[in-house]
């Protein structure tokens, strides 16, 4: 019985937190330049509506992302993509992340 009451609360909990899921939005990236001599890829994301720049100079984990209008959004998990990423990566490719905000 006492089984029984755990397996249903569980269910319970599990169905709240599926409720409670945070907002979601699609971002597509697209490499335009790889460099390996310089340690740089630079490409175009776009995400609910925003579209930026990104130049991510991989050697020093620096992001650069342009223009500013919305760049708070998008930064830390485009930065995250990138790390996870990074080897898969090539000029002309498309790729497709997810970002945990609503835009």
Known sequence: MALRKLAIASMAFGQALEMAKL????????VLHQSF???L???EVAAGGFSWEFRWHFDRGELV?????????IQD???R????SDYQL????????TVRAKF
Request: proline fraction near 8%; glycine fraction near 10%; charged fraction near 25%.
């Open 41 to 43: 890829v630079e490409g």
């Open 23 to 30: 907002p979601s939005t699609n971002a597509k990236l697209r």
């Open 90 to 97: 090539e000029p002309g490719g498309d790729y497709q992340f």
């Open 65 to 73: 992302v342009e223009p500013s209008l919305g760049r708070a959004l």
């Open 81 to 84: 993509f990138l790390v996870k």
């Open 37 to 39: 001599s310089n340690k």
């Open 77 to 79: 998990a485009l930065l």
